[in-house]
Each structure stands twice: as structure tokens, then as C-alpha cells.
């Protein structure tokens, strides 16, 4: 099945400071997304983006689908960004739909 | 916005006791998915349902696991028979059309004692 990798596996931030996490897949997918899980275990969407680059806030994210990559920037980082961050893929199932694989996650920690 | 809700929050159970953990997916959705997270580990895909059955299951996803859309609103999971390593955080999750956003819902954690 697909591989996703994601890294820096841990990051250590200042409040303030700007932050790029990398995802590389291994085959063609026809979705990605970008997760924050929260303290209480809830996944937050971020962004949906199997190509192209989006931006809400200070979070932006670039997906470039030919090389397999996605990046998710945070940029003046603030406490409340802390959390893991996981970036999933989407594959088409034969019998319809798609299926999400999850990359192993980004835990960020953002200090005062 | 419409959301995905999933109950109970927070479910322990006994070793062998049977479980239902409930979802209803954002009403218009087609895709209706499983999935789950083992505390500190990445999440894992369980079952996608389509059409009113299954379209595909994980390894995971064995003869102890059920899942069932019993009305146009409800989508459950059932484990038959709970072992301690069923210990984790479930979401369902839906989508529209093939490709779309997956909506998440809040997860159920499983506790099984």
C-alpha cells in the first residue's frame, strides 16, 4: 500500500517562530489533507489539497502532487498550535470512494 | 456548518463484552468510513461502506468487527467480542462524492478493562 512519511517527527518551537513540516508520499493519490489533533484527541481539518498551495490564517499549505510532497507552513507560532500534526493521503477503493493513510504525525510544541 | 457527531464519548467496557459505538455522518454524504488510533500511534483506516456495503476492510477489520447503516442517519460499528487491545480512539468519518474532504467526527475512545 502507500507510504506516507512525515518530519520532523518532534519540534521544539518559541512562540513567535515560523515552522515548515514535510509529508512525502509514495504513489499518485486523488486527495491529501492536513490535520491538527487537538489535546483531546479530536482531528481538525486543516486543509484539503491534492495539488496547489491554500491559505487560511497564518497556516498555508503547498501540495505538489508530480513529486509527491506536501508542506504545511506555520508561521508566528503560538501555544495554542501545539499538538500532532498528520498528514493523510487518499487512494480510490474499487467499490467506491477512497481510504485515508495517515502518516505517523508531526508533535509540535510551541513554548512561551 | 454540518459536522459529524459520534456517540458515546468515552466507552469502558469489560474484556469480552460486545460494544456499539455510533456515529451520523453529515446528511447529504454517500462515503461513510471507519477508523481508528491506538494511544501515541498514527490513525488507521478500518472500513469504508458505500451503497449499503462494505466497498473495503483492513486487516484490522476482522469477523469480530460489523458495521451497519440501519437507518438514513445512523452508521454503527459493533465489536462482537472486546480484547484489551481494541483499547482506542474510533472516529467515523464521511464524505460527498469520491475525493472530496473526509469529515471527522470527535472519536469515541474505548477502554477495555
Known amino acids: 500500500g502507500i507510504q506516507v512519511e512525515q518530519s520532523p517527527p518532534d519540534l521544539i518551537l518559541q512562540e513567535g517562530a515560523n515552522s515548515t513540516l514535510r509529508c512525502n508520499f509514495s504513489d499518485s493519490v486523488n486527495n491529501l489533507q492536513w490535520f491538527h489533533q487537538n489535546p483531546w484527541g479530536q482531528l481538525i481539518n486543516l486543509f484539503y489539497?491534492?495539488?496547489g498551495t491554500k491559505q487560511n490564517g497564518r497556516l498555508s499549505a503547498t501540495t505538489v502532487a508530480t513529486e509527491r510532497y506536501s508542506l504545511l507552513y506555520i508561521s508566528s507560532s503560538q501555544t495554542t498550535d501545539s499538538g500532532v500534526y498528520f498528514c493523510?493521503?487518499?487512494?480510490?477503493?474499487?467499490?467506491?470512494?477512497?481510504?485515508?493513510?495517515f502518516g505517523t504525525g508531526t508533535q509540535l510544541k510551541v513554548e512561551l | 456548518e454540518p459536522e459529524v457527531t459520534q456517540t458515546p464519548s468515552h466507552q469502558v467496557t469489560q474484556m469480552g463484552q460486545e460494544v456499539i459505538l455510533r456515529c451520523v455522518p453529515i446528511s447529504n454524504h454517500l462515503y461513510f468510513y471507519w477508523y481508528r488510533q491506538i494511544l501515541g500511534q498514527k490513525v488507521e483506516f478500518l472500513v469504508s461502506?458505500?451503497?449499503?456495503?462494505?466497498?473495503?476492510k483492513s486487516e484490522i477489520f476482522d469477523d469480530q468487527f460489523s458495521v451497519e447503516r440501519p437507518d438514513g442517519s445512523n452508521f454503527t460499528l459493533k465489536i462482537r467480542s472486546t480484547k484489551l487491545e481494541d483499547s482506542a480512539m474510533y472516529f467515523c468519518?464521511?464524505?460527498?462524492?469520491?475525493?472530496?474532504?473526509?469529515?471527522f467526527g470527535p472519536g469515541t475512545r474505548l477502554t477495555v478493562l
Open positions: 493523510a493521503v487518499g487512494s480510490l477503493l474499487t467499490g467506491g470512494g477512497n481510504k485515508l493513510t
Open positions: 461502506f458505500y451503497n449499503n456495503e462494505i466497498s473495503e
Open positions: 489539497i491534492p495539488s
Open positions: 468519518a464521511s464524505i460527498g462524492r469520491q475525493g472530496d474532504t473526509q469529515y
